[in-house]
């Protein structure tokens, strides 16, 4: 089971960016499935996106929620065991925890992930 770390949350005001990092150990980065999950408060945890194993631009290699679509972008570099996520144009209402999530199966990994960081906390203001 891969032991998941995220970086990269803070503060930033709507129209900002931020670029979330997570770094995975534990010899599974190489064939996990990798994505992000989502909780706000006073909500349920939501997916945002994910990322294949080979990751990068081809079609079907990445996945996004409704929600953030067109304004992040998930990608990897397998060589640093690192997942990031590149958040655009935040908005208020994208505040909350965001899990580092991995599971060796990209179909599970939507939905019930095996792995999850701690969460780093974002905050866009208005």
């Known amino acids: 089971q891969a032991q998941l770390v995220e970086s990269g949350g803070g503060f930033v005001q709507a129209g900002g960016s931020l670029r979330l990092a997570c770094v995975a150990s534990g010899n599974t980065f190489s064939s996990d499935a990798m994505g992000w999950f989502r909780q706000a408060p006073g909500k349920e945890r939501e997916f945002v996106a994910a990322v294949s194993l080979t990751g990068g631009s081809k079609p079907g290699s990445s996945k996004y929620g409704d929600s953030v679509k067109g304004r992040f972008t998930i990608s990897r570099d397998n060589a640093k065991s690192t997942v990031y996520l590149q958040m655009n144009s935040l908005k208020p209402e994208d505040t909350g925890v965001y899990y580092c999530?991995?599971?060796?199966?990209?179909?599970?990994?939507?939905?019930?992930?095996?792995?999850w960081g701690p969460g780093t906390r974002v905050t866009v203001s208005a």
């Open positions: 999530v991995a599971d060796p199966n990209p179909l599970i990994l939507l939905t019930t992930p095996r792995s």
